[in-house]
């Protein structure tokens, strides 16, 4: 078997003291001293090349004194303070080593070494080799067969041999030897007049200090200069002596938070490293955090953005002359400032633009500070702004501008002439490989660092909302989110636009949903607060019962949410089966292995159903009450067109994609969300969408039939597979085909397909078999697709638009296997996201062209949820069938079912 990969312990504060007085003065163009940062960080980049490790820490000396400093007052007292230029760099190398994504340990009252003793030595006791980097001689006692150094300055690596070759005794001895003839750097007495060789002499010749101060009458005899006098002096110094032996002894049990195994690497925060980068100006490092992508040429100089020309428009005629402009230019990019990121509380503050980079104008209309300077009125400025905000010929750009939609329709403008979204340009251009807000698209295309929000309005609970803020400082602020946003697009478009298909998503689908989307989340749900409180009191009820309940199983009263006192009774006390263990080698109690106990045990059962209903009472019966609007009487979700990396969407405050649908407690919270008086609520839905694309995509006859016959395709399965009529196939045989058709969509394994059914893996592989045998053109479609994957690295939906798989070529065959899976599925779940957007086009645009009382409330997976006037109901249900049904020209057919009802669980 191949050795495991090592833990690699860094000692940071010896690099930070080492790279500060070994490398040239680094500053920044502001002063800022970086060559430590620069330093230590290249050694951290060579340890993660050199070894690629899963677990490693870097640890540095906390402040303060230590246990020593009681052992030994004069204890490395002779040090002088730490270099103002030095003390600068602290913060800065912590935030980058956290944006590294290595684990960092600062611990009070040890020292670095300390730490670092414990962890090498808790790893090596569970036979994990580690590695442990630092320049401190000291560190050389903890190396045996399972720990090294490296010192990662010079290269040298020490093993048990390579210490005895570099100190003269083995790492046994390496305390003893600074015992005896001290330590000037760490100021560890010794004995006087003992150097290194007469040490060596005396630990070679007779052995460890204790054996030394044994056999004192031994030392004339040794061929060391002065051995006749020595016996004399180390009586003398005795104490001395073993003192040292106690300060230079690295601790090696510390009490630490975490345990060597939890020492796992995470993901790098490019954002924040390429923020890291640019404030230290290192810049061909944040040229490489770029994703090796065509970087803008202004990457590599400082950022040619010139805040100071941007304007602060507090005037009729400023006002006036920028208007002109606007109208003048082909594009222009437009941002609103807000009271609340929540649209439908958001008060007005200011607008922004930007007509071509570097020219940009904050108008400032609700800054309410004490002492604010005169602004224009905003129902003045909205006035003259109206008709160029909702003239569809004039072609607006922004980041996000579904938010600016929203909160410009409470002050009854209707927002046309969206062209572009930056966002969703992002997005679009590729889901996966950052995150999609401005400031991490500024980092990414433009290497620039934007005005955090955290910058002019502080953090936590004393922050500013915008109209507090003063004008000088959140005017360049808000010009600057228009300059960006036009930049961004100028830098985003050609991307997109030279992949004709991508554009057309961009075109057809995303940028058109953006009003589509803010008119659903303005339209609201109407929600029963009453009953949604009475059933959070009957939840509150099961919870104490099923809570007693388990209190019986187990014979004592315990903590359900502890998960250290429900181990102790499922393992220790039940003696329930260990199925998996935690990472600190604990037996685990997370959800999916309790699920999979609760097959055949009593008590995971009932802690199951106890934290299914508090997740239902914490996340919706308590809260839905809470976020009702004053403003509509309704709940309002914010839908997210930039998160799925499938082109999914999502929605949160609520998040009405998470509620239950199979279970009773889910059903009666889908009961709350009820039609007004004289009104229905009709939801359609598109029936088994993922298994039709897969019939559309794969071509497989077999599937093809099926749906084009109208059969329950989870019966024909079943009776493809064991080979009998439809007649004849058992309810349990098309269970088992139902799971065998979703499972295999999503890459499910016969491991996988095994565990659901309860069947030997044997026999699940046999059914995965049988199902190819059947159907040959799903398996050619599998096998094709993760071919074409790994050869362009992306997989595409119907409508051209793209995933891409950064994992497909992985050394690492689980992360491989992985994003084979997604490939497979991709393609289905992306198409089908892309249907139903496209069905909700068509269905917005009648609703809007017929004038019939109807509103689109909700979109919930393959779902469309609409509240109707109860003598209207069959028209909606005829139309937007219909619509949706057509929104894709698939070789099988679109089928669409439509429920009605008081209610939206009636209605599903």
Not at 497 to 524: C, D, H
Request: charge should be negative; aromatic fraction near 6%.
């Amino acid at each position: 078997m191949s050795q495991p990969k090592p833990l690699v312990l860094v000692d940071g504060s010896s690099y930070l003291y080492r790279a500060f007085h070994a490398l040239p003065p680094l500053a920044t163009s502001s002063g800022q001293p970086t060559g430590a940062v620069r330093g230590v960080a290249s050694m951290l980049r060579k340890l993660l090349a050199d070894y690629q490790p899963e677990r490693m820490a870097v640890v540095f000396d906390a402040k303060g004194k230590t246990f020593r400093d009681e052992l030994f007052e004069q204890y490395k007292a002779q040090r002088p303070p730490m270099p103002d230029e030095l003390r600068a760099q602290v913060e800065p190398l912590y935030t980058l080593i956290r944006a590294m994504g290595l684990p960092l340990i600062v611990e009070e009252g040890v020292e670095a070494d300390d730490v670092i003793g414990t962890l090498a030595r808790q790893a090596a006791a569970a036979g994990q080799p580690v590695v442990i980097s630092t320049g401190d001689k000291d560190m050389a006692q903890l190396v045996d067969g399972h720990i090294t150094l490296v010192n990662t300055m010079t290269g040298t690596v020490l093993d048990p041999d390579g210490v005895v070759e570099k100190f003269g005794v083995g790492p046994e001895l390496i305390i003893d030897l600074l015992a005896l003839m001290g330590d000037k750097v760490d100021n560890i007495p010794g004995v006087p007049g003992v150097g290194e060789k007469t040490a060596l002499g005396l630990l070679q010749g007779i052995g460890s200090l204790t054996t030394l101060y044994d056999n004192l009458d031994k030392v004339p005899a040794l061929p060391i200069r002065g051995a006749k006098t020595l016996p004399k002096k180390l009586e003398e110094h005795r104490d001395q002596a073993f003192l040292s032996y106690q300060l230079a002894t690295i601790k090696l049990d510390c009490v630490l938070n975490e345990t060597f195994d939890e020492l796992t690497l995470r993901e790098p925060d490019k954002v924040a490293l390429a923020e890291q980068y640019r404030t230290l100006e290192f810049k061909s490092w944040l040229l490489e955090i770029l994703d090796g992508e065509e970087v803008p040429e202004d990457v590599t100089a400082e950022t040619s953005i010139d805040r100071a020309s941007y304007v602060t428009i507090t005037d009729d005629a400023t006002l006036d002359d920028w208007l002109q402009r606007l109208v003048a230019a082909k594009l222009f990019a437009f941002d609103t400032e807000t009271t609340s990121l929540d649209y439908m509380q958001a008060e007005l503050v200011g607008v922004s633009f930007a007509i071509s980079p570097g020219e940009a104008a904050y108008v400032p209309v609700a800054h309410d500070y004490p002492g604010a300077p005169d602004q224009l009125d905003r129902d003045a400025v909205l006035k003259k702004l109206k008709p160029l905000l909702e003239d569809p010929g004039l072609k607006k750009i922004g980041q996000n501008l579904k938010y600016d939609m929203s909160v410009l329709a409470q002050y009854d403008i209707t927002l046309r002439g969206v062209e572009y979204d930056t966002m969703l340009e992002s997005y679009v251009l590729d889901s996966v490989a950052t995150r999609h807000d401005m400031d991490s698209l500024a980092l990414k295309f433009l290497g620039h660092r934007n005005i955090a929000f955290e910058d002019i309005a502080g953090k936590g609970a004393k922050q500013l909302t915008f109209n507090q803020i003063a004008i000088d400082d959140a005017a360049p602020y808000a010009a600057e989110d228009a300059d960006i946003t036009l930049r961004l697009h100028e830098t985003l478009w050609p991307r997109l636009e030279a992949i004709p298909t991508l554009a057309r998503v961009f075109r057809e689908i995303e940028v058109p949903l953006v009003s589509v989307l803010s008119r659903i989340e303005r339209n609201g749900c109407y929600v029963d607060a009453g009953m949604l409180r009475l059933q959070s009191q009957e939840l509150a009820k099961k919870m104490a019962a099923l809570e007693k309940q388990a209190h019986e199983i187990a014979g004592r009263p315990f903590n359900l949410n502890s998960t250290k006192q429900l181990g102790e009774i499922l393992y220790t006390e039940q003696n329930i089966p260990v199925i998996k263990k935690t990472p600190k080698g604990a037996p685990s109690t997370a959800e999916p292995v309790l699920a999979e106990l609760a097959l055949e045990y009593e008590l995971p059962s009932v802690i199951m159903a106890h934290r299914a209903m508090n997740k239902l009472k914490s996340t919706y019966t308590d809260k839905l009450p809470e976020m009702v609007q004053p403003r509509s009487g309704r709940v309002h979700t914010s839908y997210h067109q930039a998160v799925a990396a499938t082109g999914r969407l999502s929605s949160s405050d609520p998040n009405l994609q998470n509620i239950p649908v199979r279970s009773e407690e889910g059903r009666r919270i889908r009961q709350a969300f009820r039609a007004p008086a004289g009104r229905k609520i009709v939801a359609a839905d598109y029936s088994q969408i993922e298994l039709r694309i897969m019939a559309h995509l794969s071509g497989d006859k077999g599937l093809l039939d099926a749906f084009a016959h109208g059969l329950d395709i989870h019966r024909a399965t079943a009776a493809e597979v064991w080979e009998k009529s439809l007649d004849a196939v058992t309810d349990n045989e098309r269970r088992n085909a139902k799971a065998i058709n979703f499972g295999l969509i999503y890459g499910m394994s016969a491991f996988g397909l095994a565990k659901q059914l309860g069947v030997p893996r044997g026999e699940a592989q046999d059914y995965i078999n049988r199902y190819f045998e059947r159907y040959p053109g799903v398996r050619e479609y599998m096998d094709s697709t993760r071919a074409k994957a790994a050869e362009q690295g992306y997989v595409e939906t119907l409508f051209g638009r793209r995933l891409y798989l950064p994992e497909i070529g992985s050394r690492n065959a689980a992360m491989r296997q992985a994003a084979e899976r997604t490939a497979i599925n991709a393609p289905m779940q992306g198409t089908a996201a892309d249907i139903i957007k496209r069905a909700m086009l068509r269905v917005d645009q009648w609703l809007t062209d017929s004038g019939i009382d109807a509103l689109m409330i909700m979109q919930v997976h393959d779902e469309l949820v609409f509240e109707v006037d109860e003598k209207q109901v069959d028209t909606l249900i005829n139309e937007a069938t219909a619509l949706m049904s057509g929104a894709a020209d698939l070789k099988v057919p679109l089928v669409v079912d439509a429920g009605i009802g008081d209610n939206w669980d009636e209605a599903h």
